[in-house]
């Protein structure tokens, strides 16, 4: 499902959005979307020898460009955190 992390957070995140407005138009009480990122399809933390880094199964980088993506989309569907 890694090919549509970004399409899911939008779609859910678009949804809590309109949720979230539609029930503050009933009562006037400010709602929040909340997101979530993860977990990922692999560890950057277990490794066959964990002393080692170089042999984590995910790079800090790949992981930081995934949760960026996963992010983004988050925000682009009306997520305020």
């Known amino acids: ?10 779609a859910s995140a678009r949804l809590a959005r309109e949720a979230a407005d539609a029930a503050e138009q009933k ?3 400010c709602r929040f979307v909340a997101g979530a990122l993860g977990p990922t399809n692999r560890t950057a933390s277990i490794s066959p020898m964990s002393t080692i ?29």
Do not use: Q, T
């Open 53 to 81: 880094l170089a042999f984590a199964r995910l790079s800090f980088d790949d992981l930081a460009e995934a949760y960026a993506e996963a992010a983004a989309a988050l925000i682009e569907g009306g997520a305020d955190i």
């Open 1 to 10: 499902m890694e090919a549509i992390v970004a399409d899911l957070n939008f």
């Open 27 to 29: 009562d006037g009480v």
